[in-house]
């Protein structure tokens, strides 16, 4: 059984910043790789960023590379999405993902998943 738990979504200017935060526990040595993916109204879920559960490989999509960084604390097992100079097109229910096949855009990758967080930017 795996759990993930997301917190830190909110409401925040246009320019702001947000963390958000992802509490993994259960069976987290299965994991290959923990991502973002985010939902905004009447839209698919769309990738965000991912990460080896060990290792150093990342992935961003082109939209928030340069705004948003991943990380990890392995020790908490955590993740985390630090998102600077957000834009009001970043208002989505962000998703916390976990998968044993790999690190890439696809969310047919991952087998679990939070039950998400909203972050709102207004303009």
């Known amino acids: 059984q795996v759990q993930l738990v997301e917190s830190g979504g909110g409401l925040v200017q246009a320019g702001g910043s947000l963390r958000l935060s992802c509490a993994a526990s259960?069976?987290?040595?299965?994991?290959?790789?923990m991502g973002w993916f985010r939902q905004a109204p009447g839209k698919e879920r769309e990738f965000v960023t991912g990460?080896?559960?060990?290792?150093?490989?990342?992935d961003y999509a082109d939209s928030v590379k340069g705004r948003f960084t991943i990380s990890r604390d392995n020790n908490k097992n955590t993740i985390y999405l630090q998102m600077n100079s957000l834009k009001p097109e970043d208002t989505a229910v962000y998703f916390c993902?976990?998968?044993?096949?790999?690190?890439?855009?696809?969310?047919?990758?991952?087998?679990?998943w939070g039950q998400g967080t909203q972050v709102t930017v207004s303009s």
């Open positions: 990460l080896r559960w060990s290792g150093d490989s990342t």
């Open positions: 993902a976990a998968g044993s096949r790999g690190l890439g855009p696809y969310a047919g990758l991952y087998d679990y």
């Open positions: 259960g069976r987290i040595f299965s994991f290959y790789a």
